[in-house]
């Protein structure tokens, strides 16, 4: 019998988290187009009438920077990070479940923790001093695009959380066929927790069940 494949199925746990981030990941998206606009603006103004603004030249960095940290979080929970790792990709299921864990607690959480921690005290530094651009008409209140690096990182610890949960369950499931719901009411912690099978089907892919 073939392995299933992670995409079969679902968690609800892990569901809720990944679609917490991924509905701020969809409203900070926005910022490209914002960035987009920007920068037509400056190469007008600096091209067309030799008058460049350098505090839109500060903001466009500014918005590049909120929609790519923002972003990380975003490509975790759909694993879309561009991934060159030719060891993990002829491991076993099992081994690749167990270096995905190992990945995530002794190198992704422990650096998401100690960038936190030392951003917070960066953001309030910079918003005790009033950091400003160090260009006279630069943008002031620097202490607001700074403010992103916690955001952003803790939204990416939530990401990590899911996909660290996703990672165990699915370790402990491999192999398994789905469980069947028990008779009777099924506890909440259970249910948050339960590898189930995937509802959504692809009209171009044929369902697998009716393969079996």
Known sequence: MNQPNDLEYSIPIVDALNGFVQRIGHVMAWSNVILIGIILVQVVLRYGF???????????????AVGFMFGLSFAMTNDSHIRVDIIHMNLS????????????????????????LHSIEWVYYSFEIGESSANPTGLPYRWIVKSVIPLSF??????AIARLIREVAL???LAKEPEELHPGRVSMIRHLFKVQESTVNDDTT??????K
């Open 206 to 211: 044929p369902d697998k069940r009716e393969e």
């Open 171 to 173: 370790l402990l499931h």
């Open 93 to 116: 299921r099992q081994n690749q479940h167990r270096w995905e864990i190992f990945g995530i607690l002794f190198l992704l959480l422990p650096f998401i923790t100690v960038i936190f």
């Open 50 to 64: 030799n008058n460049g603004l350098v505090y839109l030249e500060e903001l466009i960095w500014h918005v590049y």
């Open 154 to 159: 803790a939204l990416l610890f939530i990401a």
